[in-house]
């Protein structure tokens, strides 16, 4: 009788097997997503892109912030979140990467991703300006035949050097009209200030002759098409604003340009980190924060109250002016004593 049990078992699972692997295959096809990458490379080796599973919830989150619309503010909520990538892909000379992601989690919870270049390539027409592909937040949810698409969109990335001029205290507002010089020092540590972009030139002259550059309504002062070595520079307030006064700092603001981790290059201005121009403009995070900010003090001194001159003749009234007083008396002096004694005269004739 055991012998018929486990023999009627085994044949069962016999059966069985064939059809959960079947089954467990079919999931996982139905599982996988081909992803075909085209992106137009600037160079024969091609490029790389990194690849970032995020929850539902993560996907959400991202969108509703707009962080898809610039690649640094991308980068900068991956790293808040703590979301590390889970592969890198190579798009070759081909202009295609093809690779497979999973469309469900361990859970069968739909998956989400992010895919972001990972160098900028340069561009061959100048050695500061760059091109990009913007992040791609995909959705499996609509994926048809498990083939999925994606062309990326390149951007230009421009180096640009810029802060705002504000004023100082608790009623900060954009200040217009502000004037700067850009110099860097010498071995010798003296100013060679920046005379001209295109070509640049650097020359050792009075402030008053480096070129001008002066802040907008925005408060923004800005430098864009420079291409400059590492090293540090400076920007110097040569004229501020009406009612405001130059501050120490502002005669001294440091700029430091540097290579990054990521061998990418780096701006830093009173120690903050630029963020780059995309499509010639800069990314409006950066203009809403109006930041790094260099502050202008309002002027303290009390102007002095003018002073009114009449043309008009003074006024005479009863009393007499200064200077004139001993001769008026004196004649009135002289008429009270006349009347008076014209008046005794009369007094005797009549008696």
Known sequence: ???????????????????????????????DVTVHLKHQSLTEAGTTFSVYGLTSDQYEEALKKNVEKSVDSTKQWLSEKGIVKDREVWVSSSNEAIFNVSKYDLNHVLKYYVILQNQPELSSNSTDITYEAMPSFISLDNVVNGELLIETKPINVETSIYFFKYSAGTMQRPLEGAEFAFYRLTSTNKKEYLTQINPVKWEEVNSSKALK?????????????????????????????T??????????????????????????????????????????????????KVFNNPVSEKPSEPVTISNEPPRKGFLPQTGESLVTFTSLGLIMMIVAFGLMKRRKENE
Do not use: C
């Open 213 to 241: 550059l002066t802040s907008n309504k925005l408060g923004l002062v800005e430098i864009s098409n420079l291409s400059l070595p590492q090293g540090t520079y400076y920007f110097e307030e040569t004229k501020a604003p």
């Open 1 to 31: 009788m055991k012998r018929i049990i486990l023999w009627l078992g085994a044949l069962l699972l016999t059966l069985t097997l064939p059809s959960a692997v079947v089954q467990a295959t079919g999931l996982e096809e139905l599982n």
């Open 243 to 292: 009612g405001f006064s130059i501050t120490e700092n502002a005669k001294k603001v440091p700029v430091v340009v540097s290579e990054s981790v990521a061998k990418e290059k780096q701006v830093t201005v009173n120690q903050e980190t630029l963020n780059k121009k995309q499509a010639g403009q800069l990314p409006k995070n950066v203009l809403d924060n109006a930041s790094p």
